[in-house]
């Protein structure tokens, strides 16, 4: 009996012996073994990092009193269960990382049952009841956010994995992960292998599970497609969604929304395999990533608002991540400023170091520039240029959008302009129409007016030809076409963007140049807007300014209607136009003002006898009440060559708690070409000084 109990005990220690060899290091996606040492001596201090997880910790002490909810799905965003399992996903993540850095058997215990209990219906379930998106979920009505789950999920099994015995896993991983995988990548292999947003989401999912299940094979098909060919997968995602400038091809919105993806799995992959240089890649291309999408966002951090587009700002949970783990790779004291406004940081080591780098480091202030951000994997898609100046919160920047489409997300607004100012947004950019997860909002996906209105032409500051959107509102059209970006200066008192576009309209040619010039003895910038149209042929020319504020007073004549409105047009997006005024000038220029909280703004511009002086207000048969109502200033004109100049001008002040009124008038007496080529333009004030703006040799002077 005695050598039966050994030989039994000598068995046992043999198991465990094996058991040790085969487990996994764990953690291996965010947390690091030598993170986790590190960050256990800053936990209990007053960094950012411990307020950070104080505030998870207490927020998790709650949740760990309510039952496992794992509901059926059934409701679309915004839903009951939508949301449900949404917030699963969270609370198991953080969970997680609750485990490893106290080792509280509770935090796992929370992610083990709610693990379970996913692995017992998820074999069962079919196809998301609401059919809303090609790409259907089972989880979720959208096969996107079952992807999403599964980047959080991953990280919470990594975290729990050595707590749980080696049968827990198996029947976790056979009834969920295997199936969610097969679901993912096999199923949706179109998506999977797809180079978008969707599919980085995918790619990340499946390579952050396979690590965590030690599956070589996933890894690698998550890397370089499901056929492992590198025709897909997440490096060929970073070799073609990106410009060499850090730019996501469709636009700011979607940069931050897929940064999350690409971030977190390239963390996981450097902790894995390091020897794959992954921040390394392609010249460091999701560290330009990071500090790109800074600088596409006003002084206030919101993102500019391109493409399908709502409001984010640096605070989103993606830039926390992406800015965290740059920091901790660049240690670019600046990026601290930015950890400072966020005001917490992640709950990993690169959060720890951040929030260390915040207490010992002289912080740099972050600054925004002016500057061309290309488009394209190649550079030459055309690009965003972005003209600053001033200071801090009263910095004035405006810009140009002349990119490739951007892909499903991409409008058709070549050559628009956008402007903000004084931490606002003056010269709107409509962005997306779209209210997420109000279910009561067509279940929170992307309204009909998306496709009929935020994406047609009319809908943003640039030129309408003929009424109809450009490239025909065709989006496999509009891929084949970029402007091209034919000037950038970036001087002291002139600067300037300039791109033209020849294919967006069929026979006529358009160039746009944007110029933001600092006049002496002026406080404010003026933004000088030209814009040339050429065609053999007469054309009907629209270009609206859809500016944000109120309409204080317009100089020329015109037709209020009152009493009853129509809208402008019956397609490509004039049905959702109320005409709300029509107006003609025998002057040679037109001008309104309005007030956007406390500054003025007048839009100055050249008109002919003939040109039609519209104000419009969205809001046109929308029965739904789906679009915002705000208004626009529009030319229009009937001809065969078109040059518009129009100056923008940010004056006075209103100061409402002491209803006190300073220069509520224009400076701008009168706006003209000098010369025949239009290179030269004089702006008049009205205290007899002329401005005069060289083109050619880039210089503004005043006499």
Known sequence: M????????????????????????????????????DIRKEMSGKSLFAKTLNKTKKDMGKVLSLPVDVPIPKDPGGGYTHERHKQNYIEMQQMGVLYQLYKEDKYALFVKNMLMEY??????LPLHPVQKSNYRGKLFWQGLNECVWLVHTAQAYDCIYDYLSEK?????????????????????????????????????????????????????????????????????????????????TEGPYYQRYSLQPFVMYGQAIQNNDSQRKIFEYRDRILVKAVNTLLQLADSNGEFFLLNDALYKTWNSTELVYGVDIVYNITKDKSLLDIVKQQGRVILTDAGMIAAKGLMESEIKP?????????????????????????????????????????MGHGHFDKLTISLYDNGRQVLQDYG?????????????????????????????????????????????????????????????NYKEISAVEENASPGV????????????????????????????????????????????????????????REPLGDKNGYQYLWKEAVGKSDKRTASITFLNQSRFYTITTLINPDTDLYLNRIGANDPNFNLRNEPAFMLRDKSKNRIYLTVIEP???????????????????????????????EVETINGKIIVVDMQNQTCLTK
């Not at 919160?393 to 959008?401: A, D, I, S």
């Open 168 to 248: 827990e896993r198996e029947y976790i991983e056979k009834n969920l992960f295997r199936p969610m995988v097969q679901f993912i990548a096999v199923d949706n292999q179109a998506t999977f292998n797809k180079i978008h947003n969707h599919g980085t989401w995918a790619v990340a999912a499946v390579g952050m599970i396979g690590y965590v299940m030690n599956d070589a094979d996933l890894v690698e098909k998550s890397l370089y497609g499901l056929s492992k060919d590198g025709k897909g997968g997440f490096l060929r995602q970073m070799d073609e969604l990106f410009s060499p400038d850090g730019y996501f």
């Open 432 to 492: 997306a129409a779209r209210y997420v997860n109000i279910e009561a909002k067509n279940g929170g996906h992307y309204l009909p007016e998306n496709d009929d209105w935020a994406k047609q032409t009319i809908a943003h500051n640039t030129l309408t030809v003929d009424g109809t959107s450009h490239y025909g509102g065709k989006l496999k059209i509009a891929e084949k076409h970029a402007p091209t970006i034919t000037a950038f200066v970036d001087k002291e």
């Open 2 to 37: 005695k050598c039966k109990a050994a030989y039994i005990l000598l068995l046992t220690y043999l198991f465990i012996f094996i058991q040790s060899i085969n487990a996994k290091d764990h953690p291996c996606l965010l947390l690091t073994n030598n993170g986790i040492a």
């Open 366 to 406: 972050f600054e925004q520039k002016t500057m061309l951000v290309r488009d394209g994997a190649d550079g030459k898609q055309g690009g965003i240029g972005i003209l600053r100046t001033g200071e801090g919160k009263n910095q004035t920047c405006v810009l140009m959008k002349a990119t490739s489409q951007g």
């Open 509 to 564: 040619k358009m160039s746009r140049s944007i110029l933001m010039v600092k006049p002496e003895g002026m406080s404010q910038s003026l933004i000088i807007d030209f814009f040339k149209a050429e065609s053999d042929s007469e054309h009907q020319y629209d270009l609206p300014y859809y500016f944000m504020g109120q309409l204080m007073s317009a100089d020329y004549p015109y037709k209020a209607f009152t009493i009853s």
């Open 651 to 681: 004056h006075g002040r209103f100061l409402a708690d002491v209803e006190e009124t300073r220069n509520s008038q224009s400076q701008v007496k009168d706006i003209r070409f000098a010369n025949k080529d239009y290179s030269i333009i």
């Open 119 to 124: 692995a017992r219906i998820y074999p069962g």
